[in-house]
């Protein structure tokens, strides 16, 4: 069974400053994708990034990027140069296997500070 | 842009009432989902399809049930709300089987209270 960790359920980080949250995930499956949504407030979730399994470089979507380990199984969101609208919960995502459901982990909320 | 729509933002009904939530998206997708959401217990899946009058079970079924008779829309059903059933719906659709990085698409989701 995948399984997704998230290890931080709060942050803090200062405006202007950069921050990572930490995501490691459990999957025996060769071949898969790992994604990345932000939940604000108001409850829709977003898309933010996505890496697949077999992808040489690290994603990066402008102030997002992945910090892909494939052999520790982790998958780092790095948001640069926080913004106060980046306060919200952020979710680990994987999908296992090409047509399998994705499974999520528990979230990581980022608060902003001014 | 594509869009998934979830028909209300906050619901409020009472115990023993049936309760549809409706979702629909207009991105021609195979697939659609509905996730509950609650404090500490992250995303769950209630029920998904693949296709149109094609459903399945997902992790927490028990008090649902769905339907699903054009490709766009996907109902979720509540046959006797109950006060354990407050939560955050979610629906979600994606593209054919997934992957490749189509990821899911959201709607904004639909607070239900049951009193």
């Known amino acids: 069974a995948q399984k997704i960790t998230q290890t931080q359920p709060g942050m803090f980080v200062q405006e202007k400053e950069a921050v990572t949250l930490d995501c490691t995930y459990d999957?025996?499956?060769?071949?898969?994708?790992l994604f990345w949504y932000k939940q604000p407030s108001s409850g829709e979730m977003i898309f933010l990034i996505y890496?697949?399994?077999?992808?040489?470089q690290n994603a990066t979507e402008g102030r997002y990027s992945l910090n892909f380990q494939k052999a520790r199984k982790s998958a780092n969101l790095v948001i640069s140069a926080s913004q106060l609208g980046d306060s919200a919960m952020y979710f680990c995502?994987?999908?296992?296997?090409?047509?399998?459901?994705?499974?999520f982990g528990p979230g990581t909320r980022l608060s902003v500070l001014p | 842009d594509v869009k998934v729509t979830q028909s209300s933002r906050y619901l409020v009904k009472r115990t023993g009432e049936k309760v549809f939530l409706e979702c629909v998206q207009d991105?021609?997708?195979?697939?659609m989902f509905w996730y509950r959401q609650d404090p500490g217990l992250g995303l769950r899946l209630i029920y998904f399809?693949?296709?149109?009058?094609?459903?399945e079970k997902g992790d927490i079924p028990e008090g649902y049930s769905v339907s699903r008779e054009k490709k766009e829309r996907f109902s979720l059903i509540l046959e006797s709300a109950s006060t354990n059933q407050t939560s955050m719906y979610l629906c979600?659709?994606?593209f054919g089987q997934g992957g490749l990085g189509g990821g899911y698409t959201f709607g904004s989701g639909t607070r239900l209270t049951v009193v």
């Open positions: 979600a659709s994606s």
């Open positions: 999957t025996s499956d060769p071949s898969y994708g």
């Open positions: 890496q697949g399994s077999y992808d040489q």
């Open positions: 995502a994987i999908e296992p296997r090409y047509g399998q459901n994705f499974v």
């Open positions: 991105m021609d997708h195979e697939n």
């Open positions: 399809s693949y296709d149109v009058k094609m459903k």
